[in-house]
Nanobody, 122 residues
Framework: QVQLVESGGGLVQAGGSLRLSCKASGLTFSNYAMGWFRQAPGKERAFVAV????????RYVDSVKGRFTVSRDNAKNTAYLQMNSLKPEDTAVYYC???????????????WGQGTQVTVSS
């Protein structure tokens, strides 16, 4: 049984930082690209960031470039999303997901976590 469990969400002021974690079990973690997505109220789930199985390449949505950093520790079966300079428009439920290719497409991801709420106040 594959499980991805996110943690680290919460309430922060604009300009603050959070680090989200995603711990995986039940899969060969190093064989998967790990993506981060978010879903704000009334909106579709949207791509945020992805990192290759080796950690050698990353991709970000334009709105978070320079503010967010995705990383992974394969020895710990854990992916991270460091979020700095947070803005109210970053408020959403954040999800981690695993895919067998380096992709930003929701439909290409095989496994999903339960999500963690990030709320950024003005």
């Amino acid at each position: 049984q594959v499980q991805l469990v996110e943690s680290g969400g919460g309430l922060v002021q604009a300009g603050g930082s959070l680090r989200l974690s995603c711990k995986a079990s039940g899969l060969t973690f190093s064989n998967y690209a790990m993506g981060w997505f978010r879903q704000a109220p009334g909106k579709e789930r949207a791509f945020v960031a992805v990192i290759t199985w080796s950690g050698g390449a990353t991709r970000y949505v334009d709105s978070v470039k320079g503010r967010f950093t995705v990383s992974r520790d394969n020895a710990k079966n854990t992916a991270y999303l460091q979020m700095n300079s947070l803005k109210p428009e970053d408020t959403a439920v954040y999800y981690c997901a695993a895919a067998d290719s380096f992709t930003s497409t929701v439909e290409r991801y095989d496994y999903w976590g339960q999500g963690t709420q990030v709320t950024v106040s003005s």
